[in-house]
Nanobody, 126 residues
């Protein structure tokens, strides 16, 4: 069983930055593909970014939805069992609840994730 706890959300002006963190409990964190998703009011949950598992390697592949490429960066620290989402150049349309997710195996578009956090609110004022 894996528990995920997000933090770092808040209120920021357009153009500002936030860094979200997702701390994972349990073993074998480095074996999980980690993802960030978001859900805005009245909208479906959508994929934001993912980082591949990196067991036995320092390299992880990263993936982003088009709307955040060049502005958001996902990274992981396996020693701390934590995945991060650095968000720069925030826009009003980035306002949403952001969720962390973990899943065994490799990344693929639209894949299912096994574990989810409770979410953290990000609000960008214009």
């Amino acid at each position: 069983q894996v528990q995920l706890v997000e933090s770092g959300g808040g209120l920021v002006q357009a153009g500002g930055s936030l860094r979200l963190s997702c701390a994972a409990s349990g073993r074998s964190f480095s074996r999980f593909t980690m993802g960030w998703f978001r859900q805005a009011p009245g909208k479906e949950r959508e994929f934001v970014a993912a980082i591949s598992w990196s067991y036995g390697s320092t390299y992880s592949s990263t993936y982003y939805t088009d709307s955040v490429k060049g502005r958001f960066t996902i990274s992981r620290d396996n020693a701390k069992n934590t995945v991060y989402l650095q968000m720069n150049g925030l826009k009003a349309e980035d306002t949403a609840v952001y969720y962390c997710a973990a899943g065994g195996g490799s990344y693929s578009p639209g894949r299912e994730y096994d574990y989810w956090g409770q979410g953290t609110q990000v609000t960008v004022s214009s």
